[in-house]
């Protein structure tokens, strides 16, 4: 069997904030922007995965959820509880910089890990966490 991983989706509160985040300061290319039943879905991939696309969708993607459940999951997005997204990069010092500069909220600054990456964390506009890492000897 050959399975490749197509799509993940993270959740977000203000599209255009996110929007302006992943495509501004991380550089991914918009691929598709979609609205339905008052939510939006935007796609944006690196360009060196076209075969892979991060999905930036509402908080609760779907149409028929309570408004208690919208709440609560309002709720989880606002604290950081949801779970984020993991990219890797070959210098992670420079994109640390790049993110940094492009008013990207530091959670961790460039550190070796002793499961063997350099890595660092931010939060995007919507309090997810992203992690960049290097694996180490590159």
């Given amino acids: 069997m050959d399975i490749t991983l197509s799509q993940c989706f993270i959740a977000v509160d203000d599209h255009d904030k996110a929007l302006a985040f992943y495509r501004d300061a991380l550089g991914l290319e918009v691929r598709n922007d979609v609205g339905f039943e008052g939510m939006r879905w935007v796609t944006l991939g690196a360009p060196s995965q076209p075969d892979v696309d991060i999905v930036l969708e509402p908080p609760l993607a779907d149409p028929n959820a309570s408004p208690a459940d919208r709440e609560a999951m ?38 070796d890990q002793p499961y063997g990456v350099r890595d660092c964390a931010f939060r995007d506009p919507s309090g997810n966490m992203l992690r960049f890492t290097q694996p180490r000897g590159q």
């Fill in 74 to 111: 309002a709720e989880l997005l606002a604290k950081g509880l949801l779970r984020g997204v993991i990219f890797r990069t070959a210098d992670v010092d420079a994109t640390f910089e790049r993110v940094r500069a492009a008013g990207g909220e530091v959670l961790q600054e460039p550190v």
